[in-house]
């Protein structure tokens, strides 16, 4: 599909997204959003009470804060193929039911039901990771970075509520940090059920359009934007995974560590909105990979040569840096794509890809700090990945297209070859 035609599909799917359908659209793509990373963040302020409840190690936390990031490597490929068989709205929705009942496991008092709530939790992520932003793409048109800006904003709202409740919600259920771990499965559920209206007009499967299937692996510019994607994931993960454990080293309190990694997660909601409005008026969005990459890097040198001395500037240039990144890279999927095949295909390699490697970074920091004994070693080699970071940010923020082998899934029985895939 040329970029004309790709234009013209976005045009016509975007004219059917209007009125009261659109509304309901951007509420479902809200509530999906919300629920795409408090499953995750919810862990870090735990960590103790997860070490000691289950007598897990340094190393075994990072294995549970990497689950759900290994779930999206593999699963992220097939994404694609599901949209292709089913349609995107329903995938979506049943991505939501797969995460319900995967967050109502893990309070079984099992740590097997523990790490398979969260491997699990982590697969119905996945799904809705790759398409959400195929569906702006194919259901918005020229808004479509607007909209990016907008679930972004509630990405970060779901992930500041899952650090920042984690703790006083234990009290909630008598003390029970198993039962803060599955507090957000209800609302995974109204998000799967909310796409029933919309799923009553939606074809049984997808229309030719939405099953052109596009190979990327060849393209240099989309290594380069699935590069800049798992560095970033290293960086974020860890931090999310160990900071509020970093400052809980520091002599500080259980509640005060959770607030300052919900800090970092709050302070970015507002630049997510900004920076998807921004990007895609932007022909070259190098400048917001420069101002991301510097604040990453800022942000880790404070927590490793002051950590008390400033501990909510720090946590804060953090949260401000990943906001910008991860915005800019879901904008990106969309920018570099000239139509929705070509977005849901960069989608699909450079979570699948950026994912599995980030799932390194949660175990590696923490095998780091039971090999050490300390914080110094593991903080050294994130701010060296920060600035690798900045590098990439800026290679593979510049102009251009990305362009693959396009086939089209003759029938939604026949297989697929994965989007990214050869």
Partial sequence: ??????????????????????????????????NLRSALTVIGPLTRDLRHGDDLSGTAIGLLAAAPLLAFGLISPLGPRLAARVGIER??????????ASLALRPLPSVAALFAGTAGAGAGIAVANVLLPALVKQRFGARATFVTGLYSVALGVGATLGAGIAVPSEAWFGGSFRG?????????????????????????????????????????IAWRVTAFMAIQSILFYSMVAWLPEIYRHHGMSK?????????????????????????????????????AGLLVVTGWCGVLGAPMAAAWLWSSLLGLGFAVGFTLVLALFVLRAADAPHAVALS??????????????????GALHDATGGWRTPLVVLIVLAVVDLLL???ASGPGYVQGHTAVAASAAAPAVPAGGS
Avoid: H, K
């Fill in 180 to 220: 803060a771990l599955a507090l957000w499965a209800p609302l995974a559920l109204v998000a799967a059920l909310i796409w029933l209206p919309l799923l009553r007009d939606a074809p049984a499967r997808a229309p030719e359009a939405e099953r052109m299937r596009v190979n990327l692996w060849r393209d240099g």
């Fill in 348 to 365: 699909g390699m450079a979570q699948s890809v950026g994912y599995t490697l980030a799932a390194v970074g949660p175990v590696a920091v």
């Fill in 255 to 291: 509640g005060a560590a959770g607030a300052l990694l919900s800090l970092a997660l709050i302070v970015g909601i507002p630049m997510a909105f900004v920076v998807g409005a921004l990007a895609g008026r932007m022909r070259d969005q190098r400048p917001l990979g420069l101002a």
């Fill in 393 to 395: 940010v800026l290679a």
């Fill in 1 to 34: 599909m040329d970029e004309a035609s790709g234009t013209a599909v976005g045009a016509v799917r975007a004219d059917e997204a209007s009125g009261r359908e659109a509304a309901l659209l951007l509420l479902a793509i809200v509530l999906v959003s919300l």
């Fill in 91 to 100: 995938a979506l929705a049943g991505s939501m039911l797969v995460l319900c």
